[in-house]
């Protein structure tokens, strides 16, 4: 609507017609959508409501997800930019100058392009797409269960917590699982508790006496000195060396040909205030519940403090290659109802709205263990995928999403992701691991869903039960999809 062109926008911050646009598509068709129009913006030919500079980093972050279809289709449009209709220049330089954005448009999103994972699977199943099988994937799928990862500590001479500064270390013990088992996504191999360790808690992992922070914040006084103004330049300071760890692991699994999604997370704010106050699962478990008595005030505060960050935390990890993003609410357990929704809730919802005004494309999935009473609000958060713990009810839970999935702002229902019990891959048979399978994905369906455990594997699980796990869910799902097919061709 004007008659000069502007600089383009930052491609992540579209005017909201482009938005509204991009939101009357499907899940399958909008990425490719915001591609195209996200090049467009770049090169001048939209007319944008920023005056800012090109900024192709923000172009690429706003592309981090596209199907291996989405990427052949749009990259035998981009060689030849004829489709193009460019506004007129008033004079040779400035056309030259728009003609030389194109190309840099060109090759910012055919480098995007070819960094999306081919095999995209759980994508397509995170965005509720139908799918030829179920994927799965699993809590801590990279660590102790595995042999190889304990003679890598020994080799290395290295714990847990060394690792986890060296990025291709974590590159390393991310791949491992990769390796043994057929799972349809990678995890970044970190810790939950590497934010409060960026705010100067010191956290210490003994062995036999659980996660323990040796200076935990003791007032109101102590959260108000907590610095996150500038929370991305504390995440890029602060935590440098866990986003290091992100382009190591693309390219392994590049090198590897496991071109499959890699998942970022973080814990949410509670399960972080939780330790940072001297909470411990051990002892000290009413710590949470104590301060929300006692400093109600403060714990607003710091929760807020700690979304700003997470908020910050996981888009970068976006902006060096996470393909999903998974936030853990660990410590659900150990705050009641009342104080998660009067406290928490609203958190969790901001995040995911900041996130989705970030990373429109890349979903977000989130599991609050212990506090299953929330995942109807979560799905009315915004969130993509939601966890069901070992102790959720399937089909309670499935009915009474599907029954509210009017609200939800990603206009279906969630994808589910969970449940398998981690227990059963401990002592027993294929054939049983086999067995418990069938009757999980009977209950669930085996669409719109992720399969994966009820809580983190622990480290006694058995390699082989764990591979016919991840066997049985893709061969299970495959053949109840083909039953569902032949009964439909049928009653046709």
Known sequence: TTSSLVSPPDPVVMNPLLHRSLRRHSSRTAPL?????????????????????????????????????????????????????????????????????????????????????????????????KTERTPVWLFRQAGRHLPEYNQYKKDTNKNFLQLLDDPKDVAEVTMQPLRRYDVDAAILFSDILVVPEALDINVDMPGGKGILVTNPIQGPEDVAKIDVSSPRKLVEDRLSHVLAALPEIKNSLKKENRDIPLIGFSAAPFTLMFYMVGGNTRFNQTMGEQWFQQYPEACDELLGKLSDVIVEYMSLQVEKGADLLQLFEAMGSYIS???????????????????????????????????????????????????????????????????????????????????????????????????????MLEEFGPQSLIANLGEGLSGKEDPVLVKAFVDAIHATSEEMNAKAATAATAAA
Not at 51 to 72: I, P
Not at 97 to 120: F, G, Y
């Open 33 to 129: 959508l915001a591609i195209g129009l996200a090049a467009l913006s770049a090169c001048g030919v939209l007319i944008a409501t920023s005056r800012r500079s090109t900024n192709f980093d923000a172009l690429e972050r706003g592309m981090g997800s596209v199907s291996s279809s989405q990427r052949s289709a749009f990259t035998t449009m981009i060689p030849n930019a004829g489709f193009v209709q460019r506004r007129q220049s008033s004079s040779s330089s400035s056309h030259t100058s728009r003609c030389n954005k194109m190309e840099s448009a060109k090759r910012a999103v055919v480098s995007v392009l070819a960094q999306a994972p081919q095999h995209d699977l759980l994508l397509r199943a995170a965005r509720g797409e």
């Open 337 to 439: 109802e009342p104080n998660f929704k009067k406290f928490e809730m609203k958190h969790l919802t901001n995040i995911a709205s900041r996130l989705k005004e970030k990373h429109p494309d890349v979903p977000l999935m989130v599991f609050a263990r212990g506090a299953q009473y929330a995942n109807s609000d979560l799905q009315l958060a915004g969130y993509d995928v939601v966890t069901l713990d070992t102790e959720a009810d399937r089909k309670v839970e499935v009915e009474r999403l599907e029954a509210e999935k009017g609200q939800a702002p990603i206009g279906r229902r969630v994808t589910l992701q969970g449940n398998f019990d981690p227990k059963l891959l401990q002592e027993g048979t294929p054939e049983t691991v086999q067995a418990a399978v069938k009757e």
